[in-house]
Each structure stands twice: as structure tokens, then as C-alpha cells.
């Protein structure tokens, strides 16, 4: 990746979140998760290390909407032995190879019985594929191809799987952020894949960082941070917190967030809501090429917490989005494919996005009568007259032109730039995001000159400010 982003943390600088995204990677990776059991509990204890949250728990049989919280899985041993007692399929060299919630067996069987439990792909033939049984009693293993293809069609396997579904609880993680302004947003990912490092590792790592990192500020909105299995946990989550959920005005859903490729955002299912709008224009300032995905039901909980009581709207920024990468959900997504740099360029753009929801005031005018004299306040640059060559704002508002805010001569025109747009658009309903899409410029730039202007007088907060999106 070509591009490093600047970025100042505040919690832990990037060399050491660069250790430790290194750290948690090679420790939680081989954690068998599932949707419920030992590796979730494992692996969410591992993470209240890095910052503090809640572990909770809801039990199996709790009847949550139209679903039923399943019986806990665990499991200790599985393997196919062949007639000379070789383990050819070892569930200790790799967890990806027991279908997630298979029942124990302890069974010998002809190549025939045993085939209608094995999962391979034929056009990845070295990568073993990911496959779960939830919600039927079954089991199965997952092989490489290379592995299936050298099974003799005549021998004798031993079968055995040491596992329990049994009573138990499902677990998830809370970590509440409060800010002031009534506004709260909801970060959430999931923890039930078992060895799988983009899909969904990185996920775990980056929501844990991205919570220690808010934490250490003072934010201005609540942000609702949960880490839960995919789809049951969602919805048992959604249905635990029904009132609360009912309020929150978006959010993200942290995937697949450290792989090779291009960055990408999925949009919301409103496509220009507020969330919508952080990224992109985040993306854009950044000057980062992305690929957009539109809205899709199919992904992940964003069609829980986007349905139709919730209508949440959520989204994802990702690098090498789940079903778009060819090792999506084998093997191959594992500590090779991933890399903690990676990680914490998603992270900078996640905390860069949140931090514009955060600016995203809006101001009513003291002077709005005509444009305010700034000389007398002293807030027009006092700099030569070439400084404002190069740039026009009326034709820079529609221009795709990108503006280069390290060029120090574009500062001091944006500075003029802004207080003018600032003034002209401030009327209490405009919010500093929509002058900083009107006009290109940087919303951090709009929102440091707002606050100046309100110290200088011209401008105040705007009444409607709790609710103003
Ligand atoms: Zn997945």
C-alpha cells in the first residue's frame, strides 16, 4: 500500500498498536470460536486486556423474536484415521477442519459413509473451506481438495469428534462510550469464526483498539460497542436492548478490515445517510480511491440492525470485504494474508469518520443581516496580496479539484474561504459536514474556524444541536 495516513493517536502510539495487533493476531488466531462456548469466553477475555468492557451472557433456550439461543458447543478432539492409524484430518493442526457445531462420534466407516461429510473445493484445491451447523444436528469435516483427492475409495476411517451441545450461555461483549449531545451510535462486530484472520480476526482487533481509543477522549456522542456472534447475537442483542437499540442513529459493523487489497466501503441502506457521508468524505480528503458496495441485504448484521422496527442505519469500511477475496472463508485467510499495518490504516479511517460525526455541528449566525467586517476583528489574513491567488472559491465549490491542506498558501486562502462560507451557511439548520461537501473543504479546517468565529462572537451553537444530523 503506497499511501501511509498521518495520524496521531491518543491512547497507545502506532508502533506499539503495531506490536500488539502482531500479539493478538499469532495468540487469538488458533482460538476455536463459534457462536457460542469456550473460544468466545477465551477470546473476549483476551481483549478486556487490551481495554475494559463487559462480558455478558444469555442463556441457551432464551427465545429472542423469531429465534431460540442454541445449546453451547464446545469441542476437544476430532480426527479421521485411516487403516494404518495415520490422523489424515487432524482437528488440532487446524480447527477449520470440524464443521463448526458438530455432534461427537466415535465411528467406523467405509469412504463412502464418510463422504457425505466432507466439504473441499475443487477450484482452491489447497485451502480448506469454512462451514458451520448451527441450528441442525450434524457433523462433518472441511479438507483440501489435494487431501479429499488422496482418500482411498476403499478404505476403512476411523471417525471421532469429542464435542457437547449442551445448556450453557451465549457470550457477548459491551463497552459503553457516553458522550453529551443525546446522540449515540453503535460499533459491532463478531467473534464466532474460528481461524479465520480477515474474516473476522482483524474485526476483533480493530473494534478493541478502536474502543480503547475513544475512551481516551472526551466525545461528544455515546458510542455503543458490542461484540457478539454474527446474526444470533445480533438479534439477541436487539432484543435484550429493544428500547435502547430503537434510539441509536447508526453505526458500523467492523469486518474484514487487514487484507491486501483496496479499501472499500459498504454503504448504509439509506446510501447518503450522516454515515454515509463520513466516510466518503473522509475517503476523499484523504484522497484514497475505495470501492463503494452499495447496501446489500447479504453480509453481515447490518440487516438485523437495519430491519425494519430498528432501520439503523450501518456501515462498513473494509480492506478486502468478505465474499470479495478469493480465500474468503478457507484456510488461506490466515496470518500470511493479513497485516497489522493494514489494520491500523482501516483504524485511522474508522477514527477519522467518527471524529466528523463528532464535528458535525451546526451554527446560527450573530451577524446575519450581510457578511460580517472581519478586518475589525481582526479575522481577515493578513497576508500579501498574492496569497490569494490560486484559489476562487466559487469555482473551487464545484470543482473536483482536491485542496492540498499541507500547502501553507492554500492554508491561509481556505482560512478566507471558509469564514466566508461558514457565515453565508450558517443559519442553525446547515451543518458543518454540509459546508465542508458544498464547499471541498477539510471539515476539520470548517470546524476550527467555526469555533473561532463563535469566540470571536459571530456565530453560536445552534438550539436544535442534540438532534441536528
Ligand atoms: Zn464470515
Known sequence: MAKVINYDFYAVGEKQLNDEANELFKELF????????????????RLQEVISFEMREITSGTVCYDWVIPDEWNIRDAYIMDSQK??????SKSNIHIVSYSSSIDKKMSFKELKSHLYYLSDLPTAIPYRTAYYKRDWGFCLSYEQFKKMDRNGEYHVYIDSTIAPGTLNYGEGIIKGQSGQEYIVSTYCCHPSLANDNLSGL?????????????????????????????AIAYLWMNEKLMKRILGGFILTTVAGPGKFSYKQTFRENDLIDRVVEKTFSELQIEYIAYRFDIY??????YSAP???IPVGSICKDKYYEYDYYHTSLDDLNFVNSRWLIETLKIYLLSIEKLEMNLAYKSLNPYCEPMLGKRDLYPQIGGNIKQGFVSSQKKHSKKKYKISNEKSIYGNELDAISWIMFYSDGKTTLLDIAEKTNLPLVQIFKVAEKLRNHGLLKYSSTIATVI
Open 30 to 45: 488458533p482460538i476455536c470460536r463459534s457462536i457460542t462456548g469456550d473460544g468466545v469466553r477465551q477470546s473476549l477475555s
Open 86 to 91: 495415520n490422523k489424515i484430518i487432524d482437528f
Open 205 to 233: 482487533i480493530l473494534w478493541a483498539f478502536l474502543l480503547r481509543e475513544l475512551k481516551t477522549r472526551k466525545t461528544r456522542h455515546s458510542y455503543r460497542f458490542v461484540i457478539l456472534p454474527e446474526t444470533i447475537g
Open 299 to 304: 453480509g453481515s448484521d447490518e440487516s438485523q
Open 309 to 311: 422496527f430498528f432501520r
